[in-house]
């Protein structure tokens, strides 16, 4: 089974960028689609971005699109997750997750890492 790891996550200033990384081991991690999802304090978990298992569709919550971008290189068995104008409302732990869906379009998670938490100061 693929292990998964988030790491990059840190305190930044409004307007600022962040990069995160889902780096992975084991399974087969290149034939896997795999999301990023975050969490903030007293909400549910939402889902954030996805990729399918290529990298050639990925797709975004409606309100994160043009904000986000997620990209993968499998060579690496690393998926990334770019972050830029951030606003206090992107305050969470974010974690990254295998999905079912191999196209990333049923965003269903299979494995997840353990999270990297992001803090957005106003």
């Known amino acids: 089974q693929v292990h998964l790891v988030e790491s990059g996550g840190r305190l930044v200033q409004a307007g600022g960028s962040l990069r995160l990384s889902c780096a992975a081991s084991?399974?087969?991690?290149?034939?896997?689609?795999v999301g990023w999802f975050r969490q903030a304090p007293g909400k549910e978990r939402e889902f954030v971005a996805s990729?399918?298992?290529?990298?050639?569709?990925?797709y975004y919550a409606d309100t994160l699109k043009g904000q986000f971008t997620i990209s993968r290189d499998n060579a690496k068995n690393t998926v990334y997750l770019q972050m830029n104008k951030l606003k206090p409302e992107d305050t969470a732990k974010y974690y990254c997750?295998?999905?079912?869906?191999?196209?990333?379009?049923?965003?269903?998670?299979?494995?997840w890492g353990q999270g990297t938490l992001v803090t957005v100061s106003s």
């Open positions: 997750a295998t999905l079912n869906d191999p196209t990333a379009v049923v965003t269903i998670p299979e494995v």
């Open positions: 990729i399918s298992w290529s990298g050639a569709n990925t």
């Open positions: 084991g399974g087969t991690f290149s034939s896997a689609a």
